[in-house]
């Protein structure tokens, strides 16, 4: 039974669903296939537990947080285990991917108030009379839906901050990550167990479709950008704000003063890592053609080494979902027929439910394997004349949500940074700025809008109000029809004396 489905619903709903372990088809647990009626159930629910969650206050919830936290860090062997199960990640992997939610627990529980609390903000010299305020208010209740590539790490940036924020959650998790989802669902109504305020709901993507309708106050959105122009028009019938964490075609950069054992390292963790289904994994290199033979070489040395496979050696997992492998062999097949040329594994590698590592090099721009999202564990290395050249191409697609520089010079790996046209870039390491709470998390373009993590994402779960009390009557009142004309000339003059004066 999950958090949904509680005696205060009528009837079960009639179909279910399995959740079943990639590697192996065998079935981990079943879920309801919730509808329309269930959902309108949570989410009612979820508005009384929110007034309940917002009137505990900061220090009350935040103590609910970190005992959250503490639990999941306490039984991080039992999450990991089942999210290695079901995505099929290995066990270190999924440890290290709870770990990660964790720390973003903490940041958020911790740093809420400051934030999001009231503060004084200067009312200026026109309104001098006024005592202004700035506050942050929860939006009531926040429908969370979820991928099930990081179903613990990618959730927890939305929820986390949702709930820090004073937010009832109701989360969706992907219907191949669903144990996952409802095992950290239940672990904080360990913690919290007096209100409903964070709930499962469970199903495919009419679940997800229901929880968009269903009039809650914001959607927290996690997956391809095609099912995030569904959503949203969703939520356009009824105005409901969402934020969208959307895929990625994210590109490392090798300048030529760059480690390039670091950089072929990096490359290859953050391309074959989770089996490539990363949102911000990389999968294109573009490399500065003095070293490009020299870098190549070494991420070939190194991808070689690794192995796909579901005992406790393997490197990483399976595909999670079944139907990702086509879309590899798509791109794969595409970019042989247009010229790309696989220095390591061919079209022999993609072995359901497995895919061994693959390098492409020499693969036209055109192609899908450059193009569009791979989600697999393959890279394209590309030449190029200069790092220039290289933010180029990078920026040559519809997408945009993380990159990586490799460049020993500060200066120029600051300004390609810069240039990439990306949410998040790292400079010397990959993925590294999903271990730093404080920054914010979200791409542009097809990658998505809003930002999860950090001040911007506590805020991205509440609604500015802002209050301002006249603490004297003013000099000069304007807003009174009895205001005179000797009041305006007065005010004009201040206005001319405060701003007037010429810049140019
Ligand atoms: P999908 O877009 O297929 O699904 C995402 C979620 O939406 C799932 O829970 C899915 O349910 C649900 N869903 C499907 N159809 C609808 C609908 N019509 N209305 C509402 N919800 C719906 O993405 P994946 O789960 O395949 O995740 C992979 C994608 O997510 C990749 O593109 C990846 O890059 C991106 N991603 C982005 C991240 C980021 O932070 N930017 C992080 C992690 C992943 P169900 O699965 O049950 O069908």
Known sequence: MTAAMTAQD??????????VNPANGEVIASFPACGQREIGASVDRAASAARWWAGLGWKQRRGYLLAWKSYLARYIGRGAQLLHVETGKPLGDAQLEILLAIVHIDWAAKHAKRVLGPRRVRSGLVAINQSATLEYQPLGVVGVIGPWNYPVFTPVGSI?????????????????????????????ADIVGEQPVLQLVTGSGDTGAALARSGVDKIAFTGSATTARKVMAACAENLTPMVAECGGKDALIVDTDAN???AADAAVWGALSNAGQTCVGVERVY????VYHTFLERVIERAAKLRPGEDRDADYGPMTMPTQIDVVERHLADAIARGGRTVLGDMGSVRKPFVEPIILSDVP???SAIT?????????????????EAVRRANATRYGLAATVFVKNKKRGMAAARTVRSGMTSINSVIAFAAIPELPFGGVGDSGFGRIHGADGLREMSRA???????????L????FSRSDEQMRKLLRLVTLLHGRRYR
């Open 477 to 480: 009142n304007l807003t009174t």
């Open 372 to 388: 569009e999202e791979t989600f697999g564990p393959t890279i394209t290395v590309t030449k190029v004349h200069d790092v220039a």
């Open 160 to 188: 986390a901050y949702a709930l820090a924020a004073g937010n009832a959650v109701v989360y969706k998790p992907s219907e191949y990550a669903t144990a996952t989802g409802a095992w950290l669902v239940e672990s904080f």
């Open 287 to 290: 490399v500065v053609e003095s």
């Open 10 to 19: 009528t009837k079960r709903p009639a179909e279910t669903f399995d959740s």
């Open 465 to 475: 109000k802002a209050i301002t009390r006249q603490r004297f009557r003013p000099p």
């Open 260 to 262: 390039l054992d670091a």
């Open 365 to 367: 721009e055109r192609s």
